[in-house]
């Protein structure tokens, strides 16, 4: 059974920068491109950015763009996405996922596993 933890959420004033982070369990996701949704309040869930599984590669949506930045450390079974230069449309819980293929990241229904989420809230 594999378990995404997120932590690293919180509150934020804007400008300001928060740290998220990822980590799995029950088996190593080496294999697997790992990345970030969000869902702010009363809005579908939007993909953030996703890294593939050498960590090589990045995809961003367009309105995190310069400002976040996902890493990865397989050796920890890890995932981490640096928020920076934060926007109060930024507010939203944001879940860490897992897809085996790094071309499938951006639509949920195709990633197989997701995280129980963490808020970030970023105050204007």
């Known amino acids: 059974q594999v378990q995404l933890v997120e932590s690293g959420g919180g509150l934020v004033q804007a400008g300001g920068s928060l740290r998220l982070s990822c980590a799995a369990s029950g088996r190593t996701l080496s294999s697997y491109a790992m990345g970030w949704f969000r869902q702010a309040p009363g809005k579908e869930r939007e993909f953030v950015a996703a890294?593939?599984?050498?960590?090589?590669?990045?995809k961003y949506t367009d309105s995190v763009k310069g400002r976040f930045t996902i890493s990865r450390e397989n050796a920890k079974n890890t995932v981490a996405l640096q928020m920076n230069s934060l926007k109060p449309e930024d507010t939203a819980v944001y879940y860490c996922?897992?897809?085996?293929?790094?071309?499938?990241?951006?639509?949920?229904?195709?990633?197989?596993?997701w995280g129980q989420g963490t808020q970030v809230t970023v105050s204007s």
């Open positions: 996922i897992a897809n085996q293929f790094y071309s499938r990241t951006s639509t949920p229904s195709s990633n197989n596993y």
């Open positions: 890294i593939d599984w050498s960590g090589g590669v990045a």
